[in-house]
């Protein structure tokens, strides 16, 4: 079985730049969150989708940051423009349901580097 | 707000040697979940308990969950090499929305 694939695996870009990440989950899982690790922190959630619907973006910088999971399947993060405060890892993962009493699956993670 | 906090933040031994990672929140859990992240890599889940008291072991690894649910633990016998990497709890948030609330880790290295 295949596991939540994301990509680009690692971007370098300029500040004030675009950038989007995209994110594949395991087939069937109904939920797809994005997650922001900083060095040396724990995963961050910054928005949580129960198939399309965005049920929990409320630590979301809505000014710069965007998602969307349109047909509820592989998802896109994007950063316009992009801060040097934003240089971190972008973790996806998903799970079957939507409680918390289950395991997360992650993908291998984003690393953005904003120079 | 809620929080989850973790110590240490590093631990070094040497390998054989035992290793403890401990986890306190803030306010009361309804279960609490263990993950690995190697250098490089990305979280993986390890395990999760549910019941206050509760035990659980896998292979050289026993997890605790404390009475009050509250806290958490994660020991690991004679350390080998592979457990390089850093070790995170999570619980449930308590304002809902059915969201996770990581600590910051403890990193373990073993020299060999």
Same mark, same amino acid.
Not at chain 1, 23 to 29: D, E, K, L, M, T
């Given at each position: 079985e295949a596991g939540v694939v994301q990509s680009p695996r690692y971007k370098i870009i300029e +500040? +004030?730049?675009p950038v989007a990440f995209w994110?594949?989950?395991?087939?069937?899982?109904n939920t797809l969150y994005w997650y922001l690790q900083n060095l040396g922190q724990g995963p961050e959630l910054l928005i949580r989708y129960e198939n399309e619907e965005a049920v929990?973006?409320?630590q979301l910088p809505k000014d710069r940051f965007s998602a969307e999971r349109l047909k509820g399947v592989d998802s896109t993060l994007k950063i316009q423009p992009a801060e040097l405060g934003d240089s971190a890892v972008?973790?996806?993962a998903s799970s079957p349901g939507t409680s918390v009493h289950g395991e997360l699956?992650?993908?291998e993670g984003s690393r953005l580097t904003v120079l | 707000g809620q929080q989850v906090m973790q110590i240490p933040q590093y631990q070094h031994v040497q390998e054989g040697e035992d290793?403890?990672?401990y986890c306190n929140s803030s306010t009361t859990l309804s279960n609490i979940q263990w993950y690995k992240q190697r250098p490089g890599g990305h979280p993986v889940f390890l395990i999760q308990l549910v019941k206050s008291g509760e035990v659980k072991k896998q292979k050289r690894l026993t997890f605790q969950f404390g009475e009050a649910k509250k806290n958490s633990s994660l020991h690991i016998t004679a350390t080998q090499t592979t457990d390089v990497g850093t070790y995170f709890c999570a619980g449930p948030w308590s304002g809902g929305y059915n969201k996770l609330i990581f600590g910051a880790g403890t990193r373990l290295a073993v020299h060999p």
């Open positions: +500040k +004030k730049q994110c594949n989950p395991i087939s069937g899982h929990d973006d409320s972008y973790l996806c699956f992650f993908g | 290793f403890t990672t």
